[in-house]
């Protein structure tokens, strides 16, 4: 009985496994092929060998745009894991709670080109309302997308609202921690930083490891959207990613083998950013075994 569940379980899978080996695994392999030949999509392709990684190095936009796109994850991803982390803490009891959910979900739900126009009224440096609150409080008004030092802040501030799926997990997560731990510690004296430090923190650090595991991965590719919308990369480069560097190489350009080599040195990017979310669950003790963060 049990073996012929399991076994309905994995034919219901079947169709998400096709549709990850085609849509990721197979383009995924084509361009590391891709990366080896000169191809411009008008012409037969040419073998050079390695020669598109060296010439996607040197390219000066590439390291510029490797540096921009870990800005706008190595910060905003512990943020929005912590934004998350104390919205549904904040949702999780209260008469406003219902409200407070629908608040923090609905700019995930919202879609990109409609989420950028928003942001691009909100940082707007003459009538935009965030510089009309810090003028009224006698504050200095940066010009934002306007300024190449405030850019990728700017982006990095509009990201930081897109918390809606994390914030589930997050509710999800605490619903699961008995109430006894959290009574238990109020009896004794503790205060609600001292829960939230001291009992909800070390229950949950696995579960905001994996978000933030999750959301260095989705940074680097939501940031080149949110990029691309609110400044075209610019002004002066300060906000143009490696996605970017990939689709003007491939669509600007056609050179479609050094977009190949430069969407691999992405891979790479990505893979040492989730070993690294790895090394420091591993360094913390989050009880949590190998195979089991690993899945």
């Not at 079947?14 to 891709?34: E, N």
């Not at 802040?153 to 731990?181: N, S, T």
Request: charged share 15%; aromatic share 12%; proline share 6%.
């Amino acid at each position: 009985m049990n073996d012929g569940y399991e076994r309905r379980l994995k034919r219901l899978l079947l169709p998400y496994g096709m549709g990850i080996g085609l849509l990721f695994v197979v383009p995924a392999i084509l361009s590391f092929a891709l990366a080896f030949f000169r191809y411009d999509a008008l012409s037969p392709p040419r073998f050079v060998g390695t020669l598109n990684f060296p010439l996607a190095r040197t390219d000066s936009l590439f390291s510029l745009s490797v540096f921009n796109s870990l800005a706008l994850v190595i910060l905003p991803a512990p943020l929005r894991v912590f934004g998350a982390f104390l919205a549904a803490r904040l949702a999780r009891g209260g008469r406003l709670r219902h409200l407070l959910r629908a608040a923090v979900f609905l700019p995930a739900a919202m879609p990109a080109s409609a989420f950028a126009l928003a942001w691009l009224w909100i940082l707007n440096p003459l009538y935009g309302p965030l510089n009309r609150l810090l003028m009224a409080l006698s504050l200095s008004a940066p010009g934002w997308l306007s300024d190449a030092q405030w850019a990728r802040p700017a982006i990095a501030l509009a990201l930081l609202w897109l918390v809606g799926e994390g914030f589930l997990v997050c509710l999800a997560a605490l619903y699961d921690v008995p109430r006894d731990l959290e009574d238990a510690a109020a009896a004794d004296g503790a205060g609600a930083g001292a829960i939230l430090r001291y009992v909800l923190l070390p229950l949950l650090a696995p579960v905001l490891l994996l978000l933030m595991a999750r959301d260095a991965v989705l940074l680097l590719q939501e940031s080149f959207t949110l990029a691309w919308l609110l400044s075209g990369g610019g002004p002066y480069y300060a906000t143009y990613t490696l996605p970017q560097f990939i689709y003007e190489a491939a669509f600007g350009r056609l050179d479609f083998g050094v977009a190949s080599a430069a969407l691999w040195a992405l891979y790479v990017v990505t893979g040492l950013l989730l070993i690294l979310v790895y090394l420091v669950a591993r360094q913390w003790q989050v009880g949590l075994s190998e195979e089991e963060f690993l899945l």
